[in-house]
């Protein structure tokens, strides 16, 4: 059983940064494709980017391509989400997710494993 664990959370005003982390004890980590999805309460949850284990090849979403970027660091076995230029509209729970398949999913359902999530706040 896979375990992730995010971190990296916490509240920024308007045009602020944060890094969220995804650790995992996983020793087949480096061939899971990882990928960064939020929810806020009543919705789906909403791909925001992913990292492929071959490439990598990455994915974002339109709303925040140009502003986050994703990492990982194989040796770590930790996967990023770099936040900048951070809206309001960016406030959600961001979990993150991984995926045996060697392709990005954007789609939940794609997805085998998952972490708690981690709370991020932008205030206007």
């Known amino acids: 059983q896979v375990q992730l664990v995010e971190s990296g959370g916490g509240k920024v005003p308007e045009g602020g940064s944060l890094r969220l982390s995804c650790v995992t004890s996983?020793?087949?980590?480096?061939?899971?494709?990882m990928g960064w999805f939020r929810q806020d309460p009543g919705k789906e949850r909403e791909f925001v980017a992913g990292?492929?284990?071959?490439?990598?090849?990455?994915r974002y979403a339109d709303n925040v391509l140009g502003r986050f970027t994703i990492s990982r660091d194989k040796a770590k076995m930790t996967a990023y989400l770099q936040m900048d230029n951070l809206k309001p509209e960016d406030t959600s729970v961001y979990f993150c997710?991984?995926?045996?398949?060697?392709?990005?999913?954007?789609?939940?359902?794609?997805?085998?494993?998952w972490g708690e999530g981690t709370l991020v706040t932008v205030s206007s």
């Open positions: 997710a991984a995926d045996r398949a060697a392709a990005v999913n954007t789609d939940e359902a794609g997805y085998d494993y």
């Open positions: 996983e020793l087949s980590f480096n061939i899971y494709t």
């Open positions: 990292i492929s284990w071959r490439g990598p090849i990455l």
